[in-house]
C-alpha cells in the first residue's frame, strides 16, 4: 500500500475520456465501450493507445469494501497493449487480487481487442481458488461516432454481451449510450479549459455517477461517485501520466 500511495503522488489524468469504474463494484460511471482511456474491470480491449498510466483507489459507503488499482497502456497507430491490476479487500473476511492483460489491433476506422483475466480470491487463512476471465471486442469508427461491442466472461459462467455508440470529440460535450441487456447507461462529458464534468445514468432501475476531472498537458487528477438506488454507494479517486 505504501508503494501506491509513492505511485499516487507522481501520477495524475490527462482528459478522462473512459472512466467507467474500475473496481469491479463501480460500472456506473460508464464509458466501458469507450475506444479510448485505461483500461478497468469493465472496460473493453479494443481501445486506441494513448500511452499512460495511473492509479486508482475505490470504497463502498457504509461497508468496509475497497480496491485499489494500477493501469499501464502503450503502442502506436497500428496496435494498444494494456494492463490492468485490482486489489480488492472486504472486511477481514475475503480478498481477491484480478489481474488483465489487453491487446488490440488498430487501424484508423477499426479496433479488434482481445484480452485475458486471472481472477484470484481467497479467504485469509482459509480458502482459494482461481478463476478465468476473456472478453473479446471491436470498435468501428465512422468520423467521430464509434460503434462497439464486446462479450466477456469467466469459464464457469456465461458469457454476457455489451453494446453502445460514442460520440467522442474535441468540443465541449461528448456523449454515449452502451447497453448490456439488462440496464441501459447513456452518459456525457463537459469540457471547460483544464475542468471535465462526466456523468452518467442507469435504467431501469435508476442509478446515477457523477466524475470531477482537472487535467493539464500530461498530468490530471479526478474523483468519481456513484449514487445506486436501494444499494450501496461507492466512491473513487483517480490519478494518471500520460507516457
Given amino acids: 500500500m505504501g508503494l501506491l500511495l509513492l505511485l ?9 475520456l473512459a472512466a467507467e469504474g474500475h473496481a469491479s463494484f463501480a460500472s456506473l ?13 469493465h472496460s473493453t480491449p479494443a481501445r486506441y493507445a494513448v500511452p499512460s498510466y495511473g492509479v486508482s483507489y475505490y470504497w463502498m459507503d457504509d461497508v468496509d469494501e475497497s480496491s485499489w488499482n494500477l493501469s499501464l497502456e502503450f503502442g502506436s497507430d497500428a496496435y494498444r497493449v494494456g494492463a490492468f ?31 485475458y483475466g486471472l481472477d484470484v480470491n481467497w479467504v485469509p487463512g482459509d480458502a482459494l481458488w482461481t478463476r478465468h476471465r476473456f472478453k473479446w471486442a471491436c470498435d468501428f469508427k465512422w468520423r467521430e461516432i464509434h ?9 464457469d459462467e456465461g458469457v454476457s454481451p455489451m453494446v453502445g455508440v ?36 442507469r435504467f431501469p ?27 450501496i454507494g461507492w466512491n473513487g479517486f483517480h490519478l494518471k501520466k500520460k507516457i
Fill in 8 to 16: 499516487g503522488l507522481l501520477l495524475a489524468p490527462g482528459r478522462v
Fill in 29 to 41: 460511471l460508464a464509458g466501458g465501450l469507450s475506444p479510448v482511456g485505461l483500461g478497468g474491470y
Fill in 85 to 115: 491490476v485490482a486489489y480488492l479487500s472486504m472486511d477481514s473476511l475475503y480478498r481477491n487480487l484480478y489481474s488483465e492483460m489487453s491487446f488490440a489491433k488498430t487501424w484508423t476506422l477499426l479496433a479488434l481487442g482481445v484480452s
Fill in 147 to 155: 460503434l462497439a461491442g464486446m462479450l466477456s466472461g469467466f469459464l
Fill in 166 to 201: 460514442h460520440w467522442n470529440t474535441d468540443e465541449v460535450v461528448s456523449a454515449f449510450m452502451e447497453c448490456d441487456f439488462d440496464y441501459i447507461y447513456v452518459g456525457a462529458n463537459f469540457r471547460w479549459k483544464i475542468a471535465e464534468i462526466s456523468t452518467s445514468y
Fill in 205 to 231: 432501475d435508476f442509478a446515477v455517477a457523477l466524475q470531477f476531472s482537472v487535467s493539464g498537458a500530461h498530468y490530471g487528477a479526478s474523483y468519481a461517485r456513484g449514487f445506486k438506488h436501494n444499494s
